[in-house]
């Protein structure tokens, strides 16, 4: 198999899983959808900036949860069998692609959800969605790296943050800000400092993980 | 590796940062408002952030070195370079601080740079948390090698991209004219680039030291078993 239609059908593999199970899609919508209401108990009313902040970091943390188990929910002996028939390339590419996708469905839910709920303004609706896409391409390809090195060595739970935080902030200020400049509906060449170097970030990411996920496969 | 064994480089660094002690604190600055004799600080606090970069580097170097032919040496390199370059951050981060203290009014600043190292800081405690968390040597040095590797790059676009998009008080970001421009007359470069060399030097040669106390209580280890 070449490994075009590897990744194809590894990703269609990951949907079918995910379908059948359910429980994990439901249960991260459902840990969505819960922190929002949490968030809007305690706090009620809002201004932009925090509106704003807020999302993200209901984001960052649905993210961190529906990611971590990408590779630690996966037994060894099923991982093992994945290795002889595919490349550890399809693989990790095949991941990145379905988190990407898993994280963009959520990502809309939380939108829905969290617009409905705290009503607020946005100047420029399609720009921030195009945030929050990106946003969500963005914590699936370095999320699916860092949930393959915590699952490796072993003690996923907080590994997992450890590891992540720190290489997701630059990310997240980045985001804040595109998003923010969307928000108060500035002219959209403001921001393609920002789109440029969020690209830029995640093309690298990409890059390397597919580089290391080799040697981090094998053992 | 042979070259962490030969000296004619350790004299050079300590002449090099000696001459940048005594040529920081002798050679006339030009006069600039607020800086004042503060821009002496350009002399100490640059260099220290340069020779953190060097050693993390070379860390980073030695962990795709060990992915490709792993020896657990390569992975002692990457992980010695690691410990003194959080040393020389430490260092770098100190001497900005009283840097910022005189001429911003305040140690921390919510400055973009400030942040970035913040978050550099938090990239290599965690690889050293990664680095306990697994017991057995060769799958420790695999997986940290592999974070390192990873965690670079980020760290590269964080240090040295970021902080020019955004508003910044450090000269050369956020539309503040860099040192560079008119204000580094030929005298200070005089000392500025031998004290990048020295400290590098002095970082370089902490971490060989270490390296090597570790090769010598390995090699205790494989006596006493």
Redesign the interface.
């Known amino acids: 198999m070449s490994e075009l239609s590897q990744i194809k059908t590894l990703l269609r593999k990951e949907v079918l899983l995910e379908w059948r199970s359910k429980y994990a899609l439901n249960g991260v919508i459902l840990y969505v959808v819960s922190t929002v209401f949490v968030c809007y108990l305690s706090f009620i009313r809002i201004d932009p900036v925090v509106w704003n902040a807020l999302f993200w970091i209901i984001l960052l943390f649905a993210s961190i949860n529906a990611i971590s188990k990408s590779f630690a929910q996966e037994s060894k002996g099923r991982q093992l069998y994945y290795y002889t028939i595919a490349s550890p390339r399809a693989v990790i590419l095949s991941k990145i692609i379905y988190n990407a996708g898993l994280m963009l469905g959520l990502s809309i839910v939380a939108l829905v959800v969290y617009s409905v709920v705290f009503s607020n303004e946005v100047g420029d609706p399609l720009f921030y969605f195009l945030a929050v896409v990106i946003g969500s391409v963005s914590f699936s390809s370095v999320f699916t790296m860092v949930s393959a090195i915590a699952s490796r060595a072993g003690n996923s739970g907080t590994l997992m943050a450890i590891l992540s935080f720190p290489v997701i902030i630059p990310l997240l200020l980045l985001l804040i800000r595109l998003s923010k400049n969307a928000m108060d509906g500035l002219d959209r060449s403001v921001s393609y400092d920002e789109i440029g170097v969020l690209a830029l970030i995640n093309l690298i990411v990409v890059t390397v993980s597919v580089m290391l996920f080799p040697f981090l496969w094998k053992e | 590796m042979s070259f962490i064994y030969k000296s004619w480089w350790k004299y050079l660094g300590v002449v090099l940062v000696l001459y940048s002690i005594v040529g920081g604190f002798l050679v006339p600055v030009p006069e600039l408002p607020i800086l004042r004799e503060t821009i002496r600080n350009l002399y100490f606090h640059v260099p220290l952030w340069m020779a953190m970069i060097v050693l993390f580097s070379i860390s980073v170097f030695y962990s795709i070195r060990y ?1 490709v032919q792993p020896d657990d040496d390569f992975d002692l390199v990457a992980v010695e370079s690691v410990n003194v370059g959080i040393v020389f951050y430490i260092l770098g981060l100190g001497t900005g601080m009283m840097w910022a203290n005189y001429t911003w009014g305040t140690p921390w600043n919510n400055d973009i740079k400030q ?2 190292a913040a ?2 800081f ?2 290599y405690c ?1 690889y050293l ?2 680095r306990n ?2 017991e057995e040597e060769q ?1 420790r040095a ?2 940290s ?3 390192n ?3 670079y ?2 760290l590269v ?2 240090v040295f ?2 902080p020019r ?2 508003d910044s008080l450090h000269p050369g970001n956020g539309g503040n004219p860099a040192f560079g421009k008119y204000d580094l007359d030929s005298m200070m470069r005089l000392v500025l680039y031998p004290s990048f060399i020295g400290w590098a030097l002095i970082g370089v040669w902490i971490a060989t030291l270490r390296y090597r106390i570790r090769l010598i209580e390995r090699k205790r280890l494989d006596e006493n078993l």
């Open positions: 992915l942040l970035c978050i550099a938090l990239v965690a948390v990664l968390s697994v799958k695999k997986i090698a592999v974070y590797i990873f965690a790059p980020i676009v964080m991209v970021l998009m955004g």
